[in-house]
Structures are given as C-alpha cells and as structure tokens.
C-alpha cells in the first residue's frame, strides 16, 4: 500500500450532470458530499466510477451500471492499484458478492441508509444477507439502520454507525427571518402575518403527511400556514386532506412541489417550526433525517417523530420536540406551546444551529477517513 492509500468510490445513482437538481435525495445527496469532501481532504488517492441518471430511468440505468461494474471495478482496481472500496449504498453494494466470486480480494465498506437495506422485495431481500457476507465493514448512517442489517444477516462485528453530513455554507448566507417572509410573500403567497410550519420531504407515506393534516394540524389552535416542499405518489390524497380542512379551520395550506435549493433553503430561513410526522411503514424506513438538520442550520427547530433514524437527529429540548408516533393530540399542542412562547422558541432557535454544527461535512469526514483507514489495518 502506497504512502495514501488509493480509494475508488461507486455509487450507482448521482443526478445527471446537466441537471443537478434532478433524483436528489438524502441518499445521493450523502454520497455526492462524502466524495467531495473525500476528494478535498487528500487524505486518500480517490478515484470514483458512479452512474449519473435522471429518476425516470432509474431502475434500466442502475441495472446496466451494475452489470457494467463487474467488468469496470477490476479494471479500476487494476489500473489504480485500489486498496479500498466504498460504495455509496447497499443497492451498489449489491455486485460485491459477485465481485468476490471474480476474485476481488481488496476490503469492501458499504455505507447504508435505511430504504436500501428494507426495501420490500423479495429477491431483493434474498440477495441482501449475501451481500453483507461479501463486504468487510458496512456504515449505517443511523442506529435504527444498523439494527435493521443486523437482523438481516449482517456480522455485529462488522457494523459501525456514523451520521450523515449536511452542508452548512448555505446558512451563513441566510436573510433574518423577518426578511425571509418577506421575500416569500411576494414569489409564494406566504403569509407573514402567520407563524410557518414547514416540511421537505417526497409526498411519501412514511412522511405521514396526510396524518398530520387530518390528525394534527385539526387541532393545532393557532392559526398557521403549513407548507409542503416536495413530490411524490401521495400528491392527490394529501391534496384530498387539504380540501377537507377548507372547510373546518383557520389554516393556510400549500404544496409547493419540487424547488430549487435556493428556494428550500430560504423556506428554512422563514419558518417558525420543522415538522417532521412521520409514520411507520413496512419496507419503508426514514434512515435519517437531513432535512430536519438543514432546517437546524438556519434556527428553525423541529416538531418530529421518534421514529427510526430521525432518533438519531432529533435532541428533544436542543433543536425541537420529539413526539411519539401517532401521538396527535401531544404533537398539536407541542406546536401550540412553542408558538406561544417567544422566549423558548428563541433559545430552541440558538441550541438548534449549535446542534447542526456537530454534523457539518467538515467535520464527519474525519470520521469517516478513520473508520476507511482502520479497515485497511484490520
């Protein structure tokens, strides 16, 4: 091994380039900051072989990559002499069995993040405890991931859990608050006049959009906006929830779609309280919980389930409230108490960006760094 070990990073899903807004999620967007700030740090020589496709395709694009890699990552390793190899998650991860059997011998690591380990499909699932056989060391961005590997099959001795990162740059550049209603009153119709409850997130079940508004936000007694950033199957009944509570209440409700960062960011910026309500769904777990941290970075603290891996996130107390799962009436009044209460929302606002800080990309990759490099040396 040379003087900086040589890495090769695969991932089988990164936006296409000319679109870097298209198929972000928690998951590529992990992937895409580690092997930037892996690339940055020199700690390693780092060479990547990812897949850049658009959502639409994903499923034929991520098939011929991975039968593209059984070929490619031996050249790779060939050509650049790689001593380690991390591939961005489990459904990447998927090939290492095959690669073993074609006589890869260099260690492994898998970074997963909730949905890749439970996906509910049956070959899937078959494949899944072979794959954890083949890898040297898997990385769980969560305790509630982790635990769901283990159950899969996976060595306890090969576990380690390490958090996702978020960027943080984008917070320092922020308008105040007030400012940020303002600017979204003029291009959004946000009321500035009404405390904003925001959530980002894909129009998902597991969400618990549609929980919220017909279980939640029915008995929240202060007059709101709500918004929701974000796309999804579950587009038509949530907007089905929302004309149901026309009728009956004082709240202003919004689904905004799909924006650009820029716009999600200042949303952070304006919003009085994160909400986070989600639900548990078979096959269908929250590994994280980054958008919960964005919204940190900027003040905004957190009304959330303690659920899965946002239990990894949420400090109840220092960014928000952590509310147990299905507990309307107890989430509605959280909500209540802490609109109400202009002293401790300020003082959840501070605790809640100090929070965020510990989880900066700057700092994690570190962490990340010595757990590649202890592989190495194990």
Excluded at 225 to 254: F, N, R
Excluded at 303 to 322: K, L
């Amino acid at each position: 091994m040379a003087d900086k070990p040589s890495l090769l990073f695969i991932s089988h899903l990164h936006p296409p380039q000319d679109n870097p807004l298209e198929s972000i999620g928690g998951m590529q967007e992990v992937s895409q900051q580690l092997l930037h700030h892996l690339k940055v740090s020199g700690t390693f020589q780092v060479h990547e072989w990812v897949n850049h496709a658009a959502w639409k395709h994903i499923g034929w694009s991520t098939a011929g990559y991975l039968a593209k890699s059984l070929q490619r990552v031996p050249a790779l390793i060939k050509q650049y002499n790689i001593d380690l190899i991390v591939c961005g998650s489990m459904v990447t991860a998927a090939i290492s069995p095959v690669l073993r059997a074609l006589g890869v011998k260099v260690p492994i690591i898998a970074i997963n993040h909730g949905q890749d380990v439970t996906l509910p499909v049956g070959p899937y699932q078959w494949w899944v405890p072979n794959v954890f056989g083949a890898l040297t060391r898997v990385i769980s961005v969560s305790e509630a991931t982790s635990l769901q590997s283990i159950a899969r099959g996976l060595d306890p001795s090969k576990a380690d859990v390490l958090p996702n990162g978020i960027k943080l740059d984008f917070a320092r550049r922020m308008p105040s608050q007030k400012e940020a209603k303002s600017i979204l009153s003029e291009v959004h119709s946000i009321d500035p006049e009404k405390p904003l409850l925001l959530t980002v997130g894909r129009l998902v079940e597991r969400k618990g959009h549609v929980w919220f508004l017909q279980q939640v936000l029915s008995q929240v007694k202060t007059p709101v906006h709500y918004v929701m950033i974000g796309e999804g199957p579950q587009q038509s009944e949530i907007e089905h929830a929302m004309e149901s509570l026309k009728t009956s209440s004082q709240h202003q409700v919004s689904i905004l779609g799909r924006q650009d960062e820029e716009v999600v960011h200042t949303h952070y910026a304006a919003s009085d309280l994160f909400i986070m309500p989600n639900i548990s769904v078979d096959g269908d777990m929250e590994g994280f919980g980054i958008v919960l941290l964005e919204a940190n970075a900027v003040g905004c603290p957190a009304v959330a389930t303690y659920i899965e891996g946002i239990r990894d996130v949420i400090d109840d107390g220092v960014n928000g409230v952590a509310i147990k799962e299905r507990d309307a009436e107890t989430f509605a009044q959280s909500i209540d108490r802490l609109l109400s209460d202009p002293k401790a929302l300020i003082r959840l606002r501070s605790s809640s960006k100090q929070r965020a800080e510990t989880f900066e990309w700057q700092v994690l990759v570190g962490r990340y760094e010595q757990c590649f490099l202890s592989t190495l040396k194990s």
